[in-house]
């Protein structure tokens, strides 16, 4: 009916369904993803950087440190790559939420290997091929894992790791019999694996074998590259931003992809067009006079984002504070304090809080640990409903997370994967003024600490530090004016001194001088 609504009228209704969202600018492009209007997911990609979260590296080992149990790799970037010793044993299909499928053809049993095995098997010296799993983050360097894997839109490809798999997010069983006897049939060298992604459920067999053919294919141009190249270097880049909406968003579930820029358009329509004809349909060139994000409504949405206290619907409120250690998300009633039944109204408040975190984590792509502190519930049933209702809505998440249920005292506790940096740290940088505080000291503290100061100098004794000039800022002149203009004429009297004082708006509000009056010399301690 919408379809249809749309094609009589020639109008899309850009508050339903959901579709993607490009702009492209010189220095910038972004994609935001919409699901019914609400902005659910934000990306933004800079000109001139790129993410190397994907890509894959032939390095050479540096050093192995036993009491990390883990070893640097050195892989042509400015700092070396940390190597687990964990990350570097083949991975358990079972850890990625995949049912193992078990391969036509006889197997051989391979000898298993152990943490304490890696040394041995990777010496100093030695070489090794890693993929980055997380960039570079702050002063630490980029983390490996010698379990590479290649994403297609409906397989993935695991040159080095033996295990055939479905993802468990395939639910229907019939469908699950089915792509397990396409799998079972696939041959692939032994040491090969791969894993079904949830897209290729309702996908024929020759679209399946097709996307295994492009992995394989991309598969051998890396090791040509390996083996033609000494270490360190780049045997595969992740692809940027447009190809890996293409590859990761383009569903079925996605009604539209509108993006300004006609040659970016082309590029994904010709992408799209290996996919199927109708996903190059869905994409359209957007050329109303109004900018792009402004038309969707999803500028003011970013905006609103990024405060430290996002407001929900009902009246309440969440509060957002990211630290080094982890992300606190506090939980409050706000205005919505109306309702006669207060346990309906807690349960209604956390429930929305509960939706808003998991779409705030998306947004903010914040990652580590994650407390959120909702508001107290008398019922285990109602704690276990926020539970629940968090769990359903982190499924959207790319990212792994982890969630624990409510505890005694109200908490949540939970984690989730950190890839990059966060939004905000590529966004924003800490304020030159606060340094990163958020805060600056009252005009009172800068008085006491003054007038603290002056009696350490003036006690001294010394005659040529009685005169003395004292710069300050106008806001704390301003207090020294007004309510301690006293207790300065107090220390005069007391240590027989003369200060001048002069305001100077340039000084941070938090900086003082001290001079001698005649010479004009700074006093520093």
């Not at 294919?217 to 590259?225: M, S, T």
């Amino acid at each position: 009916m919408k379809r249809i609504k749309e094609f009589i009228t020639g109008k899309k209704d850009i508050k339903s369904g959901t579709r993607l969202v490009i702009n492209c600018e010189k220095l910038e492009n972004r994609v935001a993803l919409l699901d019914n209007g609400v902005l659910e997911e934000y990306t933004i990609e800079r000109v001139g950087t790129s993410t190397i979260v994907g890509s894959i590296f032939k390095g050479r080992v540096k050093n192995i440190e036993q009491g990390l149990k883990a070893m640097f790799i050195d892989i042509g970037l400015d700092k070396n790559a940390f190597l687990h010793f964990w990350d570097a044993i083949p991975e358990a299909l079972s850890n990625q939420g995949m049912e193992e499928v078990t391969r036509g053809g006889a197997q051989k049993k391979r000898k298993r290997i152990e943490a304490k095995d890696i040394p041995d098997l990777y010496p100093v010296g030695s070489e090794i091929m890693v993929q980055v799993t997380k960039g570079p983050i702050g002063n630490k360097g980029p983390r490996v894992t010698t379990n590479i894997s290649l994403a297609g839109r409906l397989l993935v490809l695991m040159p080095q790791n033996d295990q055939f798999g479905i993802s468990r997010k395939v639910e229907d069983p019939k469908e699950r019999a089915r792509l397990r006897k396409i799998i079972e049939k696939v041959n692939l060298p032994e040491s090969m694996g791969l894993i079904m992604r949830t897209e290729a459920a309702g996908k024929r067999a020759r679209h399946i074998i097709r996307d295994l053919s492009l992995l394989i294919e991309q598969w051998n141009d890396i090791v040509a590259k390996r083996d033609g190249q000494k270490a360190p270097v780049c045997c595969f880049q992740e692809p940027e931003l447009i190809e890996r909406t293409v590859r990761d968003f383009l569903t079925e579930e996605i009604d539209e992809v509108a993006c300004d820029d006609q040659a970016t358009v082309e590029r994904m329509q010709k992408m799209a067009a290996q996919i199927s004809r109708r996903a190059k349909s869905r994409i359209t060139h957007y050329q109303g006079q109004t900018a792009l994000f402004e038309h969707y409504g999803i500028q003011k949405q970013i905006d609103n984002a990024f405060y430290r206290q996002v407001w929900l619907p009902c009246g309440g409120y969440i509060v957002i504070d990211q630290t080094e250690a982890l992300v606190s998300i506090d939980v409050n009633t706000g205005r919505n304090k109306g309702a006669k039944d207060q346990d309906k109204l807690l349960l209604d408040t956390n429930l929305e809080a509960a939706q808003e975190v998991a779409r705030q984590l998306r947004l903010r792509n914040m990652g580590g640990l994650i407390v959120v502190d909702f508001i107290d519930m008398k019922h285990r049933k109602d704690q276990q409903a926020v539970y629940k209702f968090m769990m359903d809505h982190l499924k959207r998440d790319k990212a792994k997370t982890q969630v624990l249920p409510i505890s005694q005292f109200g908490l949540m506790e939970m984690t989730r994967q950190r890839l990059h940096e966060s939004l905000s740290s590529a966004l924003y940088e800490p304020c030159p003024y606060c340094k990163g505080h958020g805060q600056v000291k009252t005009t009172m503290t800068m008085s006491v600490e003054l007038q603290r100061r002056l009696s350490a100098i003036l006690g001294r004794g010394k005659e040529d530090q009685k005169s003395l000039l004292v710069v300050v800022h106008p806001e704390v002149m301003q207090r020294l004016k007004t309510e301690d203009g006293e207790l300065l004429v107090d220390l005069e009297r007391k240590y027989g001194a003369r200060l001048t004082f002069r305001s100077d708006p340039n000084l941070h509000r938090e900086e003082m001088k001290l001079a001698h009056a005649t010479t004009g010399e700074e006093i520093r301690n």
